[in-house]
């Protein structure tokens, strides 16, 4: 697609990092949203101080990630794209201390750039809002090098597909209103006690319930299938790489706000019901659906049925929700990455450096696959 070939490396930083990084950024994520998910808010916002404890923050990483930059230095990237703020930090800080020679492309992958994100020394922004790029503007970052692309996701939710063949394809009942129910990759949340809390629904609907590598909970969901009313059909599905059709099966998104499976989601048209979002950049983003017309936002478990009874019984009410995706979503944001980036090799000759540092510059960046 664009002219020879490259060679690509898929890498995890986390995978080259210690086990203790490992740990906090995973499984420490994981238990303080099952288990103390208002401190994780306030975590998220005191942390939300753009340029403030970088030299903490860049030492201890510094201390965890010995593998990450060796890698790097021994791979000599001409490009490197960030989806997460820990390898964009470490590159921009072997950019300063001009240990690499490299392009750092950083991808913000919620709706909103946490301080975390931010980065002294960068080539290109990568952002999902208007919003969001006037916002790192005001912090610094040139705002002429922050491209509106989206999170990106596979470019196969970008092709439109029957939603009734999908639902024939699944063994879903064509006529009944279809919700997606997520918990995410690993399976996380009160997806029993909300599919519970759906037995009251006063229509019937089918519910296609994702349980991700969590095999236990798909177990327990296909017992909740089996006694569940006649109005309620519940479909278990475990980890599954064919989203996109189930998606494009869907009415409704019922879960949580994660920037990937919400800009997947807008990609195919669905409205969202939105049930006690993470606090922290799961609660931002879902800020942004609401203030689009795009989701509903159930904080109470008991209210759960009732909303989504007003909402269903209102059709042009949700066709105008599937149609204000529009506002939010890119389906190409992948592609739109790519070429952003191609076309930027033959016009910006430098590192950008964000107020505060003053570093080296290069040229004839991306020169190797231009």
Not at 107 to 116: E, G, K, Q
Not at 199 to 215: D, E, H, Y
């Amino acid at each position: 697609m664009f002219g020879e070939s490259v060679e690509i490396k898929n890498v995890d930083a986390l995978h080259y990092s210690s086990s203790m990084l490992r740990e906090l950024y995973s499984k420490g994520y994981i238990h303080m949203v099952n288990k103390m998910p208002d401190a994780l808010g306030i975590l998220y916002d005191r942390m939300d101080t753009p340029w403030e404890g970088e030299k903490r923050r860049l030492a201890f990483h510094r201390m965890n990630t010995k593998p990450l930059v060796d890698l790097i230095l021994d791979y000599k990237p001409d490009l490197c794209i960030s989806t997460h703020f820990l390898g964009s930090e470490m590159i921009s800080w072997l950019i300063c201390k001009k240990r690499i020679e490299t392009v750092n492309a950083i991808v913000v992958t919620d709706f909103d750039a946490h301080a975390m994100w931010f980065c002294r020394h960068y080539d290109r922004y990568f952002v999902a809002l208007e919003q969001t790029r006037f916002v790192l503007g005001k912090h610094g970052i040139d705002p002429n090098l922050v491209t509106v692309s989206g999170i990106p996701i596979d470019p196969v939710f970008a092709q439109n597909k029957d939603k009734q063949e999908m639902r024939q394809k699944y063994g879903l009942d064509p006529g009944l209103p279809t919700i997606l129910l997520s918990a995410g990759g690993f399976g996380v949340g009160p997806m029993e006690q909300i599919t519970a809390e759906l037995s009251s629904l006063t229509r019937s609907v089918q519910v296609v319930a994702l349980c991700g590598k969590n095999s236990s909970l798909k177990e327990r969901m296909q017992g909740l299938a089996d006694s569940a009313p006649q109005s309620l059909h519940i479909v278990p599905v475990g980890y599954t790489d064919k989203m996109d059709e189930y998606m494009s099966a869907a009415d409704i998104l019922l879960g949580k706000t994660g920037g990937l499976t919400t800009s997947e989601a807008l990609a195919k048209g669905l409205a969202f019901v939105i049930f006690n979002p993470i606090p922290g950049q799961e609660e931002r983003n879902s800020d942004h659906l609401l203030e689009n017309g795009i989701g509903i936002r159930c904080n109470d478990l008991p209210a759960l049925s009732y909303k989504l009874d007003t909402l269903l019984v209102q059709p042009e009410r949700l066709a105008a929700m599937q149609a204000n995706t529009s506002r939010l979503a890119h389906p190409n944001s992948a592609t739109t990455i790519i070429e952003t980036l191609m076309a930027s090799s033959e016009q910006h000759s430098g590192t950008l450096y964000a107020p505060g540092h003053k570093c080296y510059s290069r040229s004839n960046w991306l020169r190797k696959i231009a």
